[in-house]
T-cell receptor, first 116, second 110 residues
């Protein structure tokens, strides 16, 4: 599929379990991002990546781990899920002109994660 | 501590009229601002942006105004159409800092 895809689209897990959300983009964009969307908070940046093997923390990184071994993939792992991590997670990608946050970001369709 | 605020959670407008969505920010270092639109069960899509060196940017029916002294930006949609009904997020960036607002749900009534 062309564009940016996320899998799974829906996930239910239990407290303490590890879960990985996948993100794949076909544009060869340099930057990739992970956000969570919660009522009353809008979208908050979790982690972002400027290129393969380069990642940086966003506003709410605690409890999350990311990796980027290939330009097109940017998985997000919750090592020990907690109920407070119940949310909708969005992955995005963008070009690199001018810096990480000065370009249009293209978002995936989201993953709805429920932690019981 | 919300650095980008959208104080109106919802807005209803008649079709054909102007929609004005507002956004306030606290960090004077923000130098680039964007608006995104989001439909239910989809990811946000980019709408329009503005650099802090400008006070207005226009793209078709969409115009963004920036008032740096008031730390305020607004998105004007003229004329509003039913397909514009969505949640609108403003966002602001400064170097490696990037924040979204909480969103305003716009309903355009036919």
């Amino acid at each position: 599929d062309a564009g940016i895809t996320q899998s799974p689209r829906y996930k239910i897990t239990e407290t303490g379990r590890q879960v990985t959300l996948m993100c794949h983009q076909t544009w060869s964009h340099s930057y990739m991002f992970w956000y969570r969307q919660d009522l009353g908070h809008g979208l908050r940046l979790i982690y972002y990546s400027a290129a393969a093997d380069i990642t940086d923390k966003g506003e709410v990184p605690d409890g999350y781990v990311v990796s980027r071994s290939k330009t097109e993939n940017f998985p997000l792992t919750l090592e020990s899920a907690t109920r407070s991590q119940t949310s909708v997670y969005f992955c995005a990608s963008s070009e690199s002109y001018g810096g990480a946050f000065y370009n249009e970001q293209f978002f995936g369709p989201g993953t709805r994660l429920t932690v019981l | 501590d919300q650095q980008v605020k959208q104080n109106s959670p919802s807005l209803s407008v008649q079709e054909g009229r102007i929609s004005i969505l507002n956004c306030d920010y606290t960090n004077s270092m923000f130098d680039y601002f964007l608006w995104y639109k989001k439909y239910p069960a989809e990811g946000p899509t980019f709408l329009i942006s503005i650099s802090s060196i400008k006070d207005k940017n226009e793209d078709g029916r969409f115009t963004v105004f920036l008032n740096k002294s008031a730390k305020h930006l607004s998105l004007h949609i003229v004329p509003s159409q039913p397909g514009d009904s969505a949640v609108y997020f403003c966002a602001a960036s400064a170097g490696n800092q990037f924040y979204f607002g909480t969103g305003t749900s716009l309903t355009v009534i036919p």
